[in-house]
């Protein structure tokens, strides 16, 4: 599966998986007594997906949204009822959203590569992200580059940075509310 990252590159734009440390970072800030449902965007081969679903209540549900339909294939393996595996765009999301009960708490917690995806494009799921977020929603988004801080400044009030060192290549958690 990692030979899939490296033949996807346009789209994965990664050489690697998230590390375990890199996860773990991501974790650490969802309280998952208040989530009720969660979206992931690219999840991949479900390196995050996995660890979230430990967390998760047992009542609460996972939307993972991946364009590449290997991995979906991949997902759909992790049997667990709370998953619900979609082979379609973040840009899709908002569209989604509006179609189910969402509850007020809730994440979005993505693994979108804005460092390597068409501006047009990086802007859409931008605004798809946004306008599937209200005030009780948290984005938390990984990003091997600072740069990416000043894309999710111009859509969210609030936007915290940690760094986590043990990853390839390093990376930055940006943790975003409105
Ligand atoms: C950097 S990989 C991250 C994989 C995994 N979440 C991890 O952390 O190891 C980025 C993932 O985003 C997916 N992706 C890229 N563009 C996407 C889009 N517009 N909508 C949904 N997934 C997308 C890629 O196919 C890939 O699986």
Redesign the pocket.
């Known amino acids: 599966m990692p030979s899939e ?1 490296l033949k ?1 590159f346009k ?4 050489v690697a ?2 590390s375990h440390r890199l996860v773990r970072r991501i974790i650490r800030n969802i309280n998952f007594k208040n989530a009720g449902c969660l979206i992931e ?5 479900g ?2 997906t996995k660890e979230l679903l430990r967390g998760m209540r047992s009542d609460a549900i996972l939307y993972a ?4 339909k290997a ?1 979906c294939i991949e997902l759909a393996k992790i049997a667990d009822p709370r998953l619900k595996v979609i082979n379609k ?3 899709d999301i908002k569209e989604f959203v509006s179609s189910i009960k969402f509850p007020a708490k809730n994440y979005i917690i993505s ?3 804005f460092g390597i ?1 068409p501006e047009t ?1 990086c802007e859409q ?1 931008m605004r798809a992200i946004y306008y599937a977020s209200d005030k009780h929603t948290t984005l938390i988004q990984f990003s091997y580059s600072l740069i990416q801080y000043r894309r999710f400044k111009k859509y969210f009030s609030k936007v915290k940075v940690q760094f986590e060192p043990i990853n390839i290549p390093p990376a930055f958690v940006f943790v975003c509310k409105k």
Do not use: C, K, Y
């Open positions: 990252l996807t789209t994965s734009g990664a998986f998230s965007l690219g999840p991949g081969n390196r995050i949204f991946e364009v590449n991995f765009s973040a840009s693994s979108i590569p995806l494009e799921i």
